[in-house]
């Protein structure tokens, strides 16, 4: 079984609908992290939760909200999102992150490819 | 513009040839990563460099980390399909603590 999963691999969606993306990660880390990945563009951090406590939201709009019930699962829910939203959300884990990025390597699902119409 | 500027973006090579990607920026870093993403699939790490003019080998994989911890590359010597995917670096500025990532270069190895 790999290491973080993600559901759904794949989503299409209307502007007013709600959904969630799913991430569960079997490797026994403390932190995990979305990261919104667009073509010909960096991979941008939206949040980081450690220890099941939001560490890091970086501006990220509200129509993203992220749940952490426990330190294996993640969730990000969807509502009333626009077409430049359209992008590959992947989720990621490390150990501890108070000690990542210098001393800890990301472990990275395979994302969830999202299309708002 | 970007922290990490990654070069070329796009990159069509046939089987057996060599090449090289780079990863600069004004900035100096502690560390520099680099990530593949297969088509489908996350990013995995390949390789971490810390020290300035650091080189790093990994089967036909070689990377260097600049002197003055500015600036990366990445050569492949006889580039294989299975090399093709999206190579990502990826950084911590001197004093920072934040992974800032560049906009990756996409391989595409052909037979």
């Known amino acids: 079984e790999t290491g973080v999963t993600q559901t759904p691999r794949h989503l299409v969606m209307g502007m007013t609908n709600k959904k969630s993306l799913k991430c569960e990660q079997h490797?026994?880390?403390?932190?995990m992290y979305w990261y919104k990945q667009s073509a010909k563009k960096p991979l941008e951090l939206m949040f980081v939760?450690?220890?099941?406590?939001?560490?890091e939201n970086n501006s990220v709009p509200s129509r993203f909200s992220p749940e952490c019930p426990n330190s294996s699962h993640l969730f990000l829910h969807l509502h009333t999102l626009q077409p430049e939203d359209s992008a590959l959300y992947l989720c990621?884990?490390?150990?501890?992150?108070?000690?990542?990025?210098?001393?800890?390597?990301?472990?990275f699902g395979s994302g969830t490819q999202l299309s708002v119409l | 513009t970007q922290l990490l500027e990654q070069s070329p973006q796009f990159l069509s090579i046939q089987e057996g040839e060599n090449l090289t990607v780079y990863c600069n920026s004004s900035s100096v870093f502690s560390s520099l990563q680099w990530y593949r993403q297969e088509p489908g699939e996350g990013p995995v790490l390949l390789v971490t460099v810390v020290t300035g003019g650091e080189v790093k080998k990994l089967k036909r994989l070689t990377f260097q980390f600049g002197d003055a911890r500015k600036d990366s590359s990445l050569h492949i010597t006889a580039a294989q399909p299975g090399d093709t995917g999206l190579y990502l670096c990826a950084g911590v500025r001197e004093y920072g603590n934040k992974l800032v990532f560049g906009a990756g270069t996409i391989l595409r190895v052909k037979s």
């Open positions: 490797l026994g880390h403390n932190a």
């Open positions: 990621a884990s490390t150990p501890n992150s108070f000690r990542a990025p210098l001393e800890e390597k990301l472990f």
């Open positions: 939760y450690n220890f099941k406590e939001q560490t």
